[in-house]
């Protein structure tokens, strides 16, 4: 799928190998950002060994592609403990880290849902580094449920009972008719536990019931609930249970007179996430669903990202300058003249730029030759890369 929607060069097959790349590829191009979306491990693997190999990750693309920004999408299931000691990596490597909770109706978005979301930017990017604080969002309504349900699946062959309301409730539906009760098949409902009370500002879902076969643990609440279409979708249950909606969730629906319970389709679940056309029908499908368990809304992704995308123009600002060329004070002058009167990659202080210029060849020359005038000869000038340029 990644093939399919972006443009990468490779796709690998887990962090150990990405990590070996990094470490291998010989690749030292500027790099600025790094993003971590964390999803829920599966059995057998170790929290503590993936926080620990993404840690060492960051630390290899910082010193081999000035790695500058970083930013973690962290699920819900993983251990605090854990996210502490690799935060605390962070900033025993020079990373200013900040953390917070994000709830995706806060940012409009319909997903009941939310995540936590660290975000870090390297100290020396510039002389005074402060933490990326994303700001509140404007106050946008989430929209509900039932703007995303799509009436043409409203039909009897998807109906697994009828509504809680109607007269025929706990009746088997053949060809849209009663054919009375089976004590096998029959359907029970049940009050819904207290949830948070919605208000104008902060929306949530809404369980209207829970539905259950006659022959299933009415105890076991995930998979059973119908949800009201005035509410937000509830997250993707990435729990197995043997009720009738699964990782999904009912809905009620009526045609004429009669009241109808059908799952959510796929589809309709992932149309909540607000994404594109083209990635909501690749995600609704069946290879492709616990995706969800650990998916961003659209309006919350683009909320953090517009935050990291203005901190890295922050510090492309911050380290090109383009100095007066009314100066004329030596050697400054001189040091204009080599460079055209731009420095496109500012270092945050005197110390980093003398070790940056020993570092490189032409630019230890050049410093010689801004320090000694008497070294500005053609032999000099000919081991440094230059541009003629008239005034």
């Known amino acids: 799928m990644f093939g399919e929607f972006t443009e990468c060069k490779s796709v690998f097959n887990g962090i150990k190998d990405l990590y070996h790349h990094i470490r291998s590829s010989g690749d030292c191009s500027i790099l600025s950002g790094y993003m971590i979306h964390s999803h829920r491990l599966p059995p057998g693997d170790s929290m503590h060994n993936f926080w620990q190999l993404q840690a060492s990750i960051i630390g290899e693309l910082r010193k081999l592609r000035s790695l500058s920004v970083v930013v973690v999408f962290v699920h819900p299931e993983h251990d605090g403990c854990v996210l502490t000691m690799f935060q605390k990596n962070l900033r025993c490597n020079g990373w200013i880290i900040s953390a917070q909770k994000v709830a995706f109706p806060d940012c409009g978005d319909s997903i009941d849902g939310h995540c936590s979301v660290i975000l870090a930017v390297h100290n020396t990017n510039d002389s005074n580094v402060v ?26 062959p998807s109906v697994v009972s009828f509504g809680r309301d109607d007269k025929a409730f706990g009746s088997s539906i053949v060809d849209d008719k009663c054919t009375g009760t089976d004590p096998d098949i029959k359907m029970t409902a049940s009050e819904p536990k207290a949830s948070g009370t919605a208000t104008v500002s902060r929306p949530t879902q809404t369980v209207l019931y829970n539905l259950h076969r006659g ?48 799952p959510i389709s796929p589809f309709e679940f992932v149309q909540c996430f607000g994404l594109t056309d083209d990635l909501t029908y690749k995600l609704s499908q069946p290879q492709f669903k616990f995706i969800s368990d650990a998916g961003i809304p659209g309006r919350t992704s683009v909320w953090i990202l517009d935050h990291l995308n203005e901190r890295l123009e922050e510090l492309r600002d911050a380290n090109c300058q383009v100095f007066d060329p009314s100066q004329y004070a030596v050697p400054v002058s001189m040091c204009q003249s080599f460079v055209n009167g731009a420095i496109g990659a ?11 210029y020993d570092n490189d060849p032409e630019m230890s020359l050049l410093r010689e030759m801004i320090l000694m005038p008497s070294k500005v000869t053609k032999i000099f000038s000919q081991k440094v890369y230059c541009i003629p340029c008239g005034h």
């Open 131 to 156: 933490p990326i604080s994303p700001k509140t969002p404007p106050h946008v309504p989430p929209s509900p449920l039932g703007s995303y349900i799509w009436t043409p699946f409203n039909e009897t």
């Open 346 to 356: 500012r270092l945050p202080n005197v110390e980093a730029w003398k070790h940056g």
């Open 215 to 262: 022959d299933s643990d009415s105890s076991i609440l995930v998979g059973s609930a119908v949800m009201s279409l005035n509410g937000l979708c509830p997250a993707f249950c990435a729990e197995k249970n043997g009720n009738l909606f699964g990782h999904y969730f009912g809905m009620e629906f009526k045609v004429g007179d009669r009241v109808y319970v059908r």
